[in-house]
């Protein structure tokens, strides 16, 4: 079930950060797509054991996804820190693209709207982050880069279903075009992440794939963040009333 419109179309605010982000995604996916192939090496680490296999790897899809993908094990020992945020932008197909923007055009302009571009921005990179710590602590020793924007896509899915609450959407079931719900489908996605989140977390080993934990909390962080978006609002409403 993928968006293929606008939930609740912006009003008054044109959504240009919406359109920043969007577009920061797929220069990068360009920039991948650019390079060259190569055989694939078992674990990142192998592509700089030396400087031979350094200069072998140059200008690879494996090289700059391991350059700038999360790792857990090196984020779980301090390093690379900055690559939970770089994560973010890097796609290495373009069905992974297409899905994740999907999503995010369909319910970030409303949300852009609501919290402004920069509220829309710290949104983004809250959820990914934190998404992105929460596959490290499920999997500290996990090896394989991670990648992708569906943990910063799911918090903007998260304040959406708060601050959209009548919206419709049109998805594409199968073949089929339909308007539905936004609650609904937004509801339906994150009872399903729940659940694959618990089965992976019941596992004796990490199952790998897809990190459902990540748009498990990446979600409710853009439940967290709208609600306390609204009290603060309401603080401030008092203060200011006379």
């Not at 394989?144 to 910063?152: K, L, W, Y």
């Given at each position: 079930?993928?968006?293929?419109?606008?939930?609740?179309?912006?009003?008054?605010?044109?959504?240009?950060?919406?359109?920043?982000?969007?577009?920061?995604?797929?220069?990068?996916?360009?920039?991948?797509?650019?390079l060259r192939h190569a055989a694939r090496a078992l674990y990142c680490t192998d592509l700089t054991e030396s400087p031979e296999a350094l200069r072998r790897a140059s200008d690879t899809v494996q090289l700059f996804v391991c350059q700038y993908g999360a790792i857990p094990d090196d984020i779980h020992e301090g390093r690379h820190l900055v690559t939970l945020l770089t994560a973010l932008f890097v796609h290495a197909s373009w069905f992974h693209l297409v899905s994740n923007l999907l999503f995010f055009v369909a319910f970030a302009p409303r949300v852009e709207e609501d919290l402004g571009s920069l509220g829309l921005l710290g949104l983004f990179v809250l959820s990914g982050v934190v998404g992105g710590v929460a596959h490290v602590l499920v999997a500290p020793n996990l090896v394989s880069p991670a990648i992708g924007a569906s943990g910063a896509v799911a918090g903007v899915m998260g304040a959406h279903l708060l601050l959209a609450r009548g919206a419709t959407v049109r998805v594409l079931i199968g073949p089929v075009p339909m308007r539905l719900p936004s609650r609904f489908v937004i509801g339906l996605w994150a009872l399903l992440q729940a659940a694959y989140t618990a089965w992976s977390l019941s596992r004796a080993e990490y199952p790998g794939g897809t990190s459902y934990e990540v748009h498990a909390v990446g979600f409710a962080v853009g439940l967290l963040v709208v609600t306390v978006w609204r009290r603060l609002r309401r603080s401030s409403d008092l203060v200011m009333a006379p």
């Amino acid at each position: 079930m993928l968006p293929i419109g606008l939930s609740a179309p912006p009003r008054l605010h044109r959504p240009w950060m919406t359109a920043v982000l969007s577009l920061l995604c797929v220069a990068v996916y360009v920039r991948v797509a650019l390079l060259r192939h190569a055989a694939r090496a078992l674990y990142c680490t192998d592509l700089t054991e030396s400087p031979e296999a350094l200069r072998r790897a140059s200008d690879t899809v494996q090289l700059f996804v391991c350059q700038y993908g999360a790792i857990p094990d090196d984020i779980h020992e301090g390093r690379h820190l900055v690559t939970l945020l770089t994560a973010l932008f890097v796609h290495a197909s373009w069905f992974h693209l297409v899905s994740n923007l999907l999503f995010f055009v369909a319910f970030a302009p409303r949300v852009e709207e609501d919290l402004g571009s920069l509220g829309l921005l710290g949104l983004f990179v809250l959820s990914g982050v934190v998404g992105g710590v929460a596959h490290v602590l499920v999997a500290p020793n996990l090896v394989s880069p991670a990648i992708g924007a569906s943990g910063a896509v799911a918090g903007v899915m998260g304040a959406h279903l708060l601050l959209a609450r009548g919206a419709t959407v049109r998805v594409l079931i199968g073949p089929v075009p339909m308007r539905l719900p936004s609650r609904f489908v937004i509801g339906l996605w994150a009872l399903l992440q729940a659940a694959y989140t618990a089965w992976s977390l019941s596992r004796a080993e990490y199952p790998g794939g897809t990190s459902y934990e990540v748009h498990a909390v990446g979600f409710a962080v853009g439940l967290l963040v709208v609600t306390v978006w609204r009290r603060l609002r309401r603080s401030s409403d008092l203060v200011m009333a006379p």
